[in-house]
C-alpha cells in the first residue's frame, strides 16, 4: 500500500520552463490537494480537489494549474517557473470532511523539491 | 496570511519536560489537527478535534480546543530525543470541510 506517490522527488528548472508534478493516491480519498513549503515555514495551500471532477483555488494559486485527472490522480503545471516557485512542493489526500466517518486526516506524499534557476 | 498560527515558533527543553505548543486561527472550524513534519520529511497526522470536543488524548498527547477564543494547544509529555520536529497545527474550516489550512508551525529540539 503506498499511500501518495509523487514524482519527480527533484527537479531543477530554468525560468521560463513548464512542467508537471505528478501526484497518485491508492486510498480512494475524495480530496486531494497540493502544498508548497518554503524554508522554515508552513505549508501554503495552492490548489485542492474536494472531489473528482471538482478543482479549487487555495492561499497562493498565482503561477499554477492543475488537473484531477481522475479519482487517484492531481497534477500541478507550472506553465513559466520563476525563481519565486522554487520550494518543496506537498500533495496530499483526505477523506472528505463532511463524510460519514468524518475523518479528514490527510496522508501526504515526500515531496519534491523544485528549484528554478 | 495563514490561517493558524503558532506559538511559540521554535522551543527547546530537556529531555522528559512537557513540551506546549499553541495555535490560534482565524475562522470558524469543522476541526483541528496537529501533524509532526521530521527534517526533510513528508507530513505525518498526530491528533485530530472536532469543534464540539474540548479535549483529546493520544498516548503522550493531549490537545485542547477552545472554539470561542479560536485557539489549541499540543500537550507533549514526557519528551524524548524522537520527538525533535517541526510541528504544525492544521484547521477545516466550516465553511469548506474540504480544505486543510496549515499554522506557520513550531520547530521542537529535545536536548539529551
Known sequence: NAGVTQTPKFQVLKTGQSMTLQCAQDMNHNSMYWYRQDPGMGLRLIYYSASEGTTDKGEVPNGYNVSRLNKREFSLRLESAAPSQTSVYFCASSERGDSPSGNTEAFFGQGTRLTVV | ?112
Open chain 2, 1 to 112: 496570511s495563514q490561517q493558524g498560527e503558532e506559538d511559540p515558533q521554535a522551543l527547546s527543553i530537556q529531555e522528559g519536560e512537557n513540551a506546549t505548543m499553541n495555535c490560534s486561527y482565524k475562522t470558524s472550524i469543522n476541526n483541528l489537527q496537529w501533524y509532526r513534519q521530521n527534517s526533510g520529511r513528508g507530513l505525518v497526522h498526530l491528533i485530530l478535534i472536532r469543534s464540539n470536543e474540548r479535549e483529546k488524548h493520544s498516548g503522550r498527547l493531549r490537545v485542547t480546543l477552545d472554539t470561542s477564543k479560536k485557539s489549541s494547544s499540543l500537550l507533549i509529555t514526557a519528551s524524548r530525543a524522537a520527538d525533535t520536529a517541526s510541528y504544525f497545527c492544521a484547521t477545516v474550516p466550516y465553511s469548506s470541510a474540504s480544505k486543510i489550512i496549515f499554522g506557520s508551525g513550531t520547530r521542537l529540539s529535545i536536548r539529551p
